[in-house]
């Protein structure tokens, strides 16, 4: 959820098993080998002095494997077992999703419809916003877990259902055009769980009991939306404070972008339906499962609450999750009629890297093989600098529109990104990592301003990152005092106090502790807040009337300084 965690990671294969028949009535057991290999993946968790996980492994509709490790509960030394009761995470977006294609398929969504065709009490914000925006993260809606901090939100605060709601009511501005960018917003799950109340009367809760679980035998699912409920048999959440570990608090309850509750045997019945449907439709699993599309007609790989891609030559199906110790994850070949999962409680990210050591002892691989290497070359001839001091014209920071920093350092004739990465040079002004020669560095100078600039440019970006370079600077205190302030957000209903003290600048609000302000340039200035790291400084006239939230995606977050009367 709020940490968006990675799980592609790519290991040493240990062996192929068997090639799965798609129609075998019954599935074929696990041999004891296999079997031994797989607990050994999970050997670190085997403590019966600590939390761990849970795994499952299903072929056609049979749970093949299943079992638990480490301590459900520490204070009662409950252990983990595939009955136990796990916080799913985001693993929970693929339920939204799918009860969004049932609905679609039923007639009483459209995927390309304005959502306040279902939520007329959402805020206008100008531009049109489609059901389909919402399930392929497109939306340019802010996430509701980075606003709820806003609030004062800390670890302990509950962020619920109806809170969520009132916050996104709030809003007035995107984070971008809708359909331009995927970007990864748990807010649009939360909306379409809103979406499926206004069209069929029920809540999220109770249509998801009725049109999934009860139809599939999950008789141990539920989505939870109350914070005091009790939920017999759940692992609870711990974290690792240096060798000891702690209570991490859950304090999200809000549904279809989480708040389901399940267990390993239960998940076995869902992976099913994706090859032998019993809840909703093969037509539901197919319109669930195809990739979006931005505005541009390039695809993107998030379909309905799970990503699509391809692994060891198979369609696989994906996604994780990640809120306080749980770490979730499932993956599913509905080619092989195979799928396995692991619910964690320790918050170790390590969960997420089994899945892959999974498939490469259970999934043959019929990938491409590469093609025989050819010798390793060396780059292009470098070129020649003549005079190597010119380097140093850009030494600097540089930053860009949404608070993406990198520092250029000239060193010993030579220069280096963020203190130890060398540059090459490729012409007088363009550079690539000597490390790593796909990404690049462009170095200009604005004809009529005469700043600075430098482009990044990489394979991982859809664009380059145009930065400007500016100079961390040192004001008198009288200086400073012109961004002293209170300053309010009406979208947030949010107030920052600018402060000045000991000629340094520091922000607070009701809900936090002051942190100091780092100043680059006049207008862009750094703070020590996660969810309030960029601010873009706003004026008229030379006059600073407030300033502007840019951080990563978020953008367009408007706070105005408030006039002394």
């Known amino acids: 959820m709020k940490k968006k965690l990675t799980f592609y990671y790519m290991l040493l294969s240990l062996f192929s098993l068997i090639v799965f028949a798609g129609s075998s009535v019954h599935a074929q057991p696990l041999s004891d080998s296999t079997r031994s290999k797989i607990d050994q993946l999970f050997a670190k968790w085997n403590d019966t002095t600590a939390p761990g996980c849970a795994a499952g492994i299903v072929r056609c509709d049979e749970l093949v494997y299943s079992k638990g490790f480490g301590l459900a509960d520490l204070e009662n030394k409950t252990p983990?077992?595939?009955?136990?009761?796990?916080?799913?995470?985001?693993?929970?977006?693929?339920?939204?999703?799918?009860?969004?294609?049932?609905?679609?398929?039923?007639g009483k969504i459209k995927l390309d419809e304005d959502i306040h065709a279902y939520l007329p009490?959402?805020?206008?914000?100008?531009?049109?916003?489609?059901?389909?925006?919402?399930?392929?993260?497109?939306?340019?809606?802010?996430?509701?877990?980075?606003?709820?901090?806003?609030?004062?939100?800390?670890?302990d605060g509950m962020l619920t259902e109806e809170l969520a709601v009132q916050m996104l009511k709030r809003q007035r501005t995107l984070n971008f055009d809708p359909g331009k960018k995927f970007s990864y917003s748990n807010s649009n799950y939360v909306l379409l769980a809103e979406i499926v109340k206004a069209v069929t009367g029920q809540s999220f809760k109770s249509y998801s009991?009725?049109?999934?679980?009860?139809?599939?035998?999950?008789?141990?699912?539920?989505?939870a939306d109350d914070h005091s409920q009790l939920i017999a048999g759940r692992a609870l959440s711990y974290e690792k404070d240096s060798k000891v570990f702690r209570n991490a608090v859950q304090n999200v309850y809000t549904l279809g972008d989480g708040g389901l509750f399940t267990n390993v045997n239960d998940m076995a019945k869902w992976v099913a339906n994706f090859y032998q449907t019993k809840a909703g439709t093969f037509k539901d699993i197919e319109l669930m499962t195809t990739p979006g599309k931005l505005n541009d007609g390039s695809s993107i790989p998030y379909a309905m609450g799970i990503n699509v891609n391809t692994d060891r030559g198979y369609k696989r199906l994906t996604h994780n999750g990640g809120l306080a110790g749980y770490r979730t994850i499932i993956a599913i070949y509905p080619e092989l009629k195979t799928g396995f999962y692991i619910f964690g409680n320790a918050g170790d990210g390590d969960v997420y890297n089994k899945i892959n050591q999974i498939a490469e002892l259970l999934i043959p691989d019929r990938s491409e093989k590469r093609q025989a290497q050819a010798p390793v070359t060396q780059n292009d001839p470098v070129f020649a600098i003549k005079d190597s001091t010119e380097l140093s014209r850009w030494d600097g920071n540089y930053i860009a529109a949404n608070g993406y920093k990198v520092s250029v350092n000239f060193k010993s004739g030579k220069l280096y990104v963020n203190g130890n990465a060398e540059?090459?040079?490729?012409?007088?002004?363009?550079?690539?990592?000597?490390?790593?020669?796909?990404?690049k560095y462009q170095f200009s100078i604005d004809p009529k301003t005469k700043t600075l600039l430098a482009k990044l440019i990489s394979p991982v970006l859809a664009k380059p990152i145009e930065m400007e370079r500016v100079r961390e600077i040192q004001l008198s205190t009288t200086q400073l005092n012109e961004y002293a302030g209170r300053y309010f957000s009406e979208e947030l209903g949010a107030f920052f106090n600018i402060s000045v003290k000991n000629n340094e600048l520091s922000i607070c609000d009701k809900y936090h502790e002051p942190v100091r302000m780092n100043l680059f340039g006049a207008d862009h200035l750094f703070t020590d807040y996660d969810f309030l790291n960029h601010l873009r400084v706003r004026r008229n006239k030379g006059r600073i009337t407030g300033f502007e939230l840019n951080t990563g995606d978020t953008a367009g977050l408007i706070f105005l300084k408030q006039i002394d009367k």
């Not at 540059?423 to 990404?439: C, P, W, Y």
């Open 121 to 155: 009490w959402m805020s206008d914000l100008r531009q049109k916003i489609t059901v389909k925006n919402l399930v392929h993260h497109t939306s340019g809606i802010r996430d509701d877990i980075g606003l709820a901090q806003f609030y004062g939100l800390g670890e």
């Open 209 to 223: 009991d009725s049109a999934i679980f009860r139809p599939l035998g999950m008789t141990s699912s539920a989505f």
């Open 423 to 439: 540059l090459e040079a490729e012409g007088d002004r363009s550079f690539h990592m000597k490390a790593r020669s796909s990404v």
């Open 80 to 106: 983990n077992t595939p009955a136990t009761i796990f916080y799913m995470c985001s693993v929970s977006k693929q339920f939204a999703g799918y009860a969004i294609a049932m609905l679609v398929n039923q």
